[in-house]
């Protein structure tokens, strides 16, 4: 159906997005959708791992664990191309039981692997309150494909999500899946103007790494103090103002990037309205 673009909620909102090239035109096209101009600024980039040492290890002898938890897409693709690379047959895995975070378990799915648990709170917090709900959990085995994080301290996502399973009994494995690292900002004289300007209606996080790249490229707080902070989910919320962050949007469905487009526009069409 044609609508006029003057009459979707996101008319003409200029919107940073931050997240890196793969979600980030995923996150552009619900944007797009309800009438948004978003900017691309990724400030992380996801990429192959320099060394699979220690991934090739574990996915030797991957039918020997008992789950493999995901916390990301990015996790999920890196995991399976690898695979691939080492000839692998991805039906080794019908021996494991796998978790996957809201639609990431659509991935899954489409490498052609049952998903065991979509946990009802789109998080790795969500993983593991569902595994605690499984008798006999404790000494079970899981493999965690993770990112190894360059350039910033590592975000509290991760270790926080090791530290639940290992309470709960279970023997975890940590294995650096695929790269994130932060961008220079270089190349980003043209979205840095119109920020200090105050021609962004807001900046988007969909992760703390963003955030982190964020801080990294503009330390200084005058550069974006005119903008809407709007953060994916409670916990890229919490991180952000633990890093100094004002942050005005909270997605309530962060299982998806349209959840959080109707935050952004929810918020930005009230503020027009006061």
Same mark, same amino acid.
């Given at each position: 159906?044609? #609508?006029?673009? #003057?009459?979707? *909620?996101?008319?003409?909102?200029?919107?940073?997005?931050?997240?890196?090239?793969?979600?980030?035109?995923?996150l552009?096209?619900?944007? =797009?959708?309800?009438?948004?101009l978003?900017?691309l600024?990724?400030?992380i980039?996801?990429?192959?791992?320099?060394?699979f040492?220690?991934? %090739?290890?574990?996915?030797?002898?991957i039918?020997?664990?008992?789950?493999?938890?995901? #916390?990301?897409r990015?996790?999920?693709?890196?995991?399976?191309?690898?695979? %691939?690379?080492?000839?692998?047959? *991805?039906? !080794?895995?019908?021996?494991?039981?796998?978790?996957?975070?809201?639609? %990431?378990? +659509?991935?899954?799915?489409?490498?052609? =692997?049952? /998903? @065991?648990? !979509?946990?009802?709170?789109p998080?790795?917090?969500?993983?593991?309150a569902?595994?605690?709900?499984?008798?006999?959990?404790?000494k079970? #085995? /899981?493999?965690?494909?993770?990112?190894?994080v360059?350039?910033?301290?590592e *975000?509290n =996502? /991760? *270790?926080?999500?090791?530290a639940?399973?290992?309470?709960?009994?279970?023997?975890?494995?940590?294995?650096?899946?695929?790269?994130t690292r932060?961008? +220079?900002?270089? $190349?980003?004289?043209?979205?840095?103007?119109?920020?200090?300007?105050?021609?962004? @209606?807001?900046?988007?996080?969909?992760?703390?790494?963003?955030?982190?790249g964020?801080?990294?490229?503009?330390?200084?707080?005058?550069?974006?103090?005119?903008c $809407?902070?709007?953060?994916?989910?409670?916990y890229?919320?919490?991180?952000?103002?633990?890093?100094?962050?004002?942050?005005?949007? $909270?997605?309530q @469905?962060?299982?998806?990037?349209?959840?959080?487009?109707?935050?952004?526009?929810?918020?930005?069409?009230?503020e027009?309205?006061?």
């Amino acid at each position: 159906m044609l #609508t006029s673009s #003057t009459q979707l *909620p996101l008319h003409g909102k200029r919107i940073l997005v931050t997240a890196p090239r793969n979600y980030a035109l995923r996150l552009s096209n619900q944007l =797009v959708n309800q009438g948004a101009l978003p900017l691309l600024m990724p400030t992380i980039e996801t990429c192959p791992l320099e060394n699979f040492t220690q991934l %090739d290890i574990a996915l030797q002898k991957i039918e020997q664990f008992d789950w493999i938890a995901f #916390t990301s897409r990015n996790g999920i693709e890196a995991f399976f191309q690898r695979l %691939d690379e080492l000839q692998i047959n *991805p039906l !080794v895995l019908a021996k494991c039981r796998l978790c996957a975070i809201g639609i %990431d378990s +659509e991935k899954l799915a489409a490498f052609g =692997v049952k /998903v @065991d648990i !979509v946990p009802k709170e789109p998080s790795p917090a969500g993983i593991v309150a569902e595994l605690a709900q499984i008798p006999n959990i404790a000494k079970q #085995t /899981v493999l965690v494909p993770v990112p190894e994080v360059l350039d910033v301290p590592e *975000p509290n =996502v /991760v *270790p926080n999500f090791i530290a639940g399973l290992k309470q709960l009994g279970m023997n975890v494995t940590r294995v650096p899946t695929y790269m994130t690292r932060c961008l +220079e900002k270089t $190349v980003y004289e043209v979205e840095l103007g119109l920020i200090r300007q105050g021609k962004i @209606d807001a900046i988007a996080f969909s992760s703390t790494a963003e955030i982190m790249g964020f801080l990294k490229m503009f330390p200084s707080k005058s550069d974006y103090e005119n903008c $809407v902070i709007a953060c994916f989910g409670p916990y890229t919320a919490a991180n952000a103002k633990k890093l100094g962050l004002e942050v005005s949007i $909270v997605s309530q @469905d962060y299982s998806s990037f349209a959840g959080f487009t109707d935050a952004i526009a929810l918020f930005l069409n009230r503020e027009n309205k006061i």
